[in-house]
């Protein structure tokens, strides 16, 4: 799923041609290495988000500082752009030598056969399973026990909420741990209903979230968007249809959501949230540095997406990367990736608060408060990566969403049921997924 490391204005409005940044400098690492004819001391590095400002800019100018290995920086295209340049790389013959995989495509992208596999670089590096949260360490496993890729940490959905608008509206503030006493989805609905006033703002935002499909379908007592062997479109067996129908009637039947054909412009619902318009919203953790930059006027926090019937997990994004077999630095690209996913880089990215390391001991550092910064409940970030759910995966998953999600556009319009439509479409969904 993609979603930036650092989700600032910026990304939105960056233009989707290639870019290409040096990371430049010197230090001891590299002059004593720079006549080192064993190894290559550079590595280029994909990925769909600009470099300037964000959280991996200061990570990869440490990256050379310690090992002398400069990081030529290529920013592809963004958003959905980015799918086919990742296609087009890999069946290149001059890849870069890592790259940034959209997660919920990696199992298509490993079984073209086109990226290394990681498992003894990690056996080697004695990176081990219990130094690591199952749901990161475990995510880019593949059914034949290759590692394709690595994940760097999660981005777990929370829900942001407005702390000035719930005081006006004398609505009690959500759990400040993970927890749904006193937070189910009726709860969450009578809270949106207390904060939404007419023509002036919204109690809450959830439909423009993607992962909704896949959470509040397993809250619900269902397997989310794919069986767990990725074979089957759980997401319209009934758990699903529920959810998907409870998420579209926070516009259609409660009135607390705006308008599917208003928040499915980009970027739509965490400008209105930033601006005070909407008073809770679903999205990736990676929002707080958004949020700290544009929510002026007003205190926030972040509280657990609610519970349903069965559970209350959230999903998460994992941030992850691979090296192409055709790489021509692939020794560099796995001593950068190595370098990101333990704790000198790890450290770094839980400190800037970009997304909850993998690595636990570096994890910690997320969840610490920022003097003077929301959310105060930082924590309850850290401990929304150990209630993570990993949904099944499939190969041909940019062609199922290519069916699905248009026909439910006029379930988020109010102008048919998710009862309905997601029986409809399931027979072309698994004809797809099956190919």
Same mark, same amino acid.
């Given at each position: 799923?993609s979603?930036?490391?650092?989700?600032?204005t910026?990304?939105?409005a960056a233009?989707?041609a290639?870019?290409l940044?040096?990371?430049?400098g010197?230090s001891?690492?590299?002059?004593?290495?720079?006549?080192?004819?064993?190894g290559p001391q550079?590595?280029v590095?994909?990925?769909?988000?600009?470099?300037?400002?964000?959280?991996?800019?200061?990570?990869l100018?440490q990256f050379?500082?310690?090992?002398g290995?400069?990081?030529?920086?290529?920013?592809?295209?963004?958003?959905?752009d980015?799918w086919?340049?990742?296609?087009?790389?890999l069946?290149s013959?001059?890849?870069?030598?890592?790259?940034?995989?959209?997660?919920d495509?990696l199992?298509y992208y490993?079984?073209?056969?086109k990226l290394q596999?990681?498992?003894?670089d990690?056996?080697?590096?004695g990176?081990k399973s219990?130094?690591?949260y199952?749901?990161?360490?475990?995510s880019t496993?593949?059914?034949d026990?290759?590692?394709?890729a690595?994940?760097l940490?999660?981005?777990p959905?929370?829900?942001f909420?407005?702390?000035?608008m719930f005081?006006?509206a004398?609505v009690?503030?959500?759990p400040t741990?993970w927890s749904?006493k006193?937070?189910?989805?009726d709860?969450?609905?009578k809270?949106?209903?207390?904060l939404?006033?007419?023509?002036?703002?919204w109690?809450a935002d959830?439909?423009?979230?993607s992962?909704?499909?896949?959470l509040?379908?397993?809250?619900?007592?269902?397997?989310?968007?794919?069986?767990?062997?990725g074979k089957?479109?759980?997401l319209?067996?009934?758990?699903?249809?529920?959810a998907v129908?409870w998420?579209?009637?926070l516009?259609c039947?409660y009135?607390v959501?705006?308008a599917w054909?208003?928040?499915?412009?980009t970027?739509k619902?965490a400008e209105?949230f930033a601006a005070?318009?909407?008073g809770?919203?679903e999205?990736?953790s990676?929002?707080v540095?958004?949020f700290r930059?544009n929510?002026k006027g007003?205190?926030?926090d972040v509280?657990p997406?609610?519970?349903?019937s069965a559970?209350?997990?959230?999903q998460?994004?994992q941030?992850v990367f691979?090296?192409p077999?055709?790489?021509?630095?692939?020794d560099a690209?796995w001593?950068l990736?190595?370098?990101?996913t333990? +704790?000198? #880089?790890?450290d770094q990215f %839980?400190k800037?608060?970009?997304f909850?390391?993998g690595? =636990?001991? $570096?994890?910690q !550092?997320a969840?610490k408060?920022?003097?003077g910064k929301?959310p105060a409940?930082?924590?309850?970030?850290?401990?929304?990566a150990?209630?993570s759910f990993?949904s099944?995966?499939v190969?041909?998953?940019e062609? +199922?969403? #290519?069916?699905?999600?248009? %026909?439910l556009?006029?379930v988020?319009?109010?102008?048919? =049921?998710a $009862?309905d439509v !997601?029986?409809?479409?399931?027979?072309?969904v698994?004809?797809?997924?099956d190919?």
């Open positions: 799923m979603i930036a490391i650092g989700t600032r910026r990304v939105l233009a989707a290639a870019t940044i040096a990371l430049a010197c001891k690492a590299e002059s004593q290495s720079a006549g080192n004819a064993s550079k590595v590095l994909m990925n769909w988000e600009a470099l300037q400002g964000s959280p991996l800019e200061p990570v100018k050379t500082a310690d090992t290995i400069q990081v030529e920086y290529q920013f592809a295209a963004s958003g959905s980015y086919p340049k990742t296609r087009t790389v069946g013959n001059n890849p870069p030598d890592i790259m940034r995989i959209d997660d495509f199992p490993a079984s073209t056969g596999d990681l498992k003894d990690i056996s080697s590096a990176m219990g130094d690591y199952d749901s990161v360490y475990n496993v593949q059914a026990g290759s590692i394709p690595w994940s940490g999660i981005q959905r929370v829900i909420y407005n702390k000035k005081k006006e004398g009690p503030t959500p741990t749904g006193g937070w189910t989805w709860d969450f609905v809270a949106a209903q207390k939404t006033i007419k023509d002036k703002r109690g959830v439909v423009d979230d992962a909704f499909e896949t509040y379908s397993v809250n619900n007592g269902g397997e989310g968007r794919w069986t767990k062997d089957g479109f759980a319209a067996d009934p758990p699903g249809q529920e129908q998420v579209a009637d516009t039947k009135g959501q705006p054909s208003e928040l499915s412009q970027g619902g209105m005070g318009q909407i809770m919203i999205r990736a990676s929002f540095d958004y930059t929510a007003f205190d926030w509280a997406v609610p519970a349903g559970d209350q997990i959230t998460g994004n941030l691979a090296i077999k055709a790489a021509a630095n692939k690209a001593k990736l190595q370098y990101l333990t +704790a000198k #880089g790890a %839980a800037a608060g970009a909850v390391p690595l =636990k001991s $570096s994890a !550092l969840g408060p920022v003097a929301p409940s930082a924590s309850l970030i850290l401990g929304a150990d209630h990993r099944g995966r190969e041909n998953i062609d +199922a969403i #290519g069916i699905y999600r248009p %026909a556009d006029p988020k319009n109010c102008q048919a =049921k $009862s !997601l029986p409809k479409v399931k027979p072309d698994l004809s797809t997924i190919q």
